[in-house]
């Protein structure tokens, strides 16, 4: 009964390579987020979608593609992966609480190498 | 960019000691929400409190929010061995948009 999972949980692979990562919620949540934390915990946000609609979108390189194909799934494509990509992605969820407060469960990561 | 930034960026202490940790922000927000992680984990909501708020409590949890200041605290009491985590404050300033702080790295030590 796992509120949020990634898959997969670790991923390697050389510079150049194309990859994704996975996303699920079974909470019922309509708003789902992709975050970048790098090897000093810095927790950056990527993504948002809200109902499958993309909402958030920073500053991030268009090699990033997050594709959302219903309100439970969110994965993340990185095209030519880089060096600098490396770092732990957290998938999240949320529910809106009241007056626009949104608490946001989060995933377990998927920590990814590029060597 | 980051807005919130919080200190200590490392805590030790007793185990059965108090624990606090600060957070400062730069702009206006909604509400401001503490996760914890635990290492090689995934960050778990804690406690939010509104712009409109000034001080929470849930369980041995105490937040404070001071608005003029920019800035909230996040105390521990009777800290615990398992209370070892990293603990993050975030701001919310957009309806969903979620701004981390650095973190604060707690060890209670048994």
């Known amino acids: 009964d796992t509120a949020v999972s990634q898959t997969p949980k670790y991923l390697v692979t050389q510079m150049g390579n194309d990859k994704s990562i996975k996303c699920e919620q079974n909470?019922?949540?309509?708003?789902m987020y992709w975050y970048k934390q790098d090897s000093k915990k810095f927790l950056k946000i990527m993504f948002s979608y809200n109902n499958k609609e993309l909402i958030i979108n920073e500053t991030v390189p268009n090699r990033f593609s997050p594709k959302s194909p219903d309100k439970a799934h969110l994965n993340l494509h990185i095209n030519s992966l880089e060096l600098g990509d490396s770092a732990v992605y957290f998938c999240a969820s949320s529910r809106p609480l009241a007056a626009g407060s949104y608490e946001q469960y989060f995933g377990p990561g998927t920590r990814l190498t590029v060597t | 960019s980051q807005q919130g930034e919080e200190d200590p960026q490392a805590l030790s202490i007793q185990e059965g000691e108090n624990a606090t940790m600060n957070c400062s922000y730069k702009?206006?927000?909604?509400?401001l929400q503490w996760y914890r992680q635990n290492s090689g984990r995934g960050l778990v909501h804690l406690i939010l409190i509104r712009s409109n708020e000034r001080e929470k409590h849930s369980g041995r949890l105490r937040v404070t929010l001071d608005t003029s200041k920019k800035s909230s605290s996040l105390l521990i009491t009777a800290s615990r061995a398992a209370d070892t985590a990293s603990y993050f404050c975030a701001t919310d300033n957009q309806g969903g948009k979620l701004i981390f702080g650095q973190g604060t790295e707690l060890s209670v030590k048994p």
């Open positions: 909470l019922g949540h309509d708003t």
């Open positions: 702009t206006s927000i909604n509400n």
